[in-house]
C-alpha cells in the first residue's frame, strides 16, 4: 500500500472479496490488510484461499476464507455468514471474481457465453444481494471489479463485454437504489496489470509490447497499484463517490483497442 495513506484507513472494518484467492483481487485485499482491516475472501479453490488467507495474515490482518462459487447464491449467503459470525456485519464488499477467455463470437457456445455471464454479473448480483442486510447496517460500500470492455470493445471478447457493462448498470442501479441506506456502489476499471490471470489468458495474442503501445504510461500496472485505488474508494476518504466506475488504466480508454485487435486477428484469422 502506498506510504502516503494512513495505516489505519480501514482500521477495524471487514472487507469480504469473492475471487479474492488470487490477481487483482488479492491485490485489493491486501492493500485494505495493509490499511488494518479484516478480510474475508471466497472463491472456488480452497488451497488458493488458504495461500491467499496465509499472506493476508501476513499483512498483519485477521484474516479468513470461504469456498464458494459465485454461481451458486446458497454458497455466497453462507460464504457472508461466516464473515458475519467471525467479524460482525460486513463493511464492504469487493464483487470481483470473474472468468475470460479469448474466442471469437462466432465460435462461443451458449454455455461458454452463459459461463462468463454468470461469473460476472450474476455472481456480482449474488454477492449484492446477499450482503444487502450487512452492508445496511454498516452504512457499507461495495466496489465492483469491471473492465475496459464495458465500454470499448475489443476483439473476441463478446461475453466479458457484455458481462461488464452489466456489472457497471448493476453498480449504477445499486447506486442509486441503495444509496438512501447510505451504502456507496463504485466499479474500478483495471488496465493491464502484471502477473495475473487475465492478463495471461489475453496475452495468448497479444504481448506486452502491444499493451504497452496502448497505454499511454508505456507499461502495465503493478497489482499494488489497483489495490491502493480500490482501497481508497472504500474507505472514508471516498465518503461522496457513489455511481462511478472508477478507471484506473494508465489512460489505455483514451486509446482505443486497435493494437490489441490487430494482434488477435493476426494470431487468429476469422472463420
Ligand atoms: N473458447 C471458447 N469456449 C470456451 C473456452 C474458450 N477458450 N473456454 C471455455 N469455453 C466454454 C466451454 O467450451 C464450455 O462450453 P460448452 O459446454 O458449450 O463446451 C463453457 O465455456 C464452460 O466451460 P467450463 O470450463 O466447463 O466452465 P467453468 O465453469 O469450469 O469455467 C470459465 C468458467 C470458462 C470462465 C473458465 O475460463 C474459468 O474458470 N475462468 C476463471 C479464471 C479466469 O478466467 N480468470 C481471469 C479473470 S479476468
Not at 135 to 140: H, N
Not at 239 to 257: F, H, P
Amino acid at each position: 500500500m502506498h506510504g502516503l495513506v494512513s495505516r489505519d484507513l480501514l482500521r477495524d472494518r471487514t472487507v469480504f472479496v469473492s475471487g479474492g484467492g488470487s490477481g487483482v483481487n488479492l491485490a485489493i485485499a491486501k492493500a485494505c490488510a495493509s490499511v488494518g482491516a479484516n478480510l474475508v475472501i471466497c472463491g472456488r479453490t480452497e488451497e488458493k484461499l488458504r495461500a491467499a488467507t496465509n499472506e493476508l495474515e501476513g499483512c498483519g490482518a485477521q484474516a479468513a476464507y470461504a469456498v464458494a462459487d459465485v454461481r451458486d447464491p446458497g454458497a455466497v449467503a453462507a460464504a457472508l455468514a461466516v464473515a458475519a459470525d467471525r467479524f460482525g456485519p460486513i463493511d464492504a464488499l469487493v464483487c470481483g471474481a470473474a472468468g475470460n477467455f479469448l474466442a471469437p463470437a462466432e465460435r462461443i457456445s451458449s454455455n461458454g457465453f452463459r459461463a462468463v455471464m454468470d461469473i460476472d454479473l450474476l455472481g456480482s448480483f449474488h454477492c449484492a444481494h446477499a450482503a444487502f442486510e450487512q452492508l445496511r447496517q454498516t452504512r457499507g460500500t461495495i466496489l465492483f471489479v469491471s473492465g475496459g470492455q464495458s465500454q470499448m470493445p475489443f476483439l473476441h471478447q463478446v461475453h466479458v463485454a457484455a458481462a461488464k457493462a452489466g456489472v457497471d448498470q448493476l453498480m449504477r442501479s445499486l447506486a442509486l437504489e441503495w444509496g438512501p441506506y447510505g451504502i456507496r456502489s463504485n466499479s474500478i476499471v483495471p488496465g493491464p496489470v502484471n502477473g495475473t490471470e487475465g492478463m495471461r489468458r489475453l496475452a495468448e495474442s497479444a504481448t506486452e509490447e502491444v499493451w504497452a503501445e496502448m497505454v499511454p504510461l508505456g507499461r502495465f500496472a503493478e497489482p499494488e497499484e489497483i489495490g491502493t485505488m480500490a482501497a481508497v474508494l472504500i474507505s472514508p476518504l471516498a465518503a461522496y463517490v457513489n455511481g462511478a466506475q472508477v478507471v484506473v488504466d494508465g489512460g489505455m480508454a483514451m486509446s482505443g483497442s486497435s493494437a490489441f485487435n490487430r494482434a488477435v486477428a493476426a494470431a487468429a484469422p476469422a472463420s
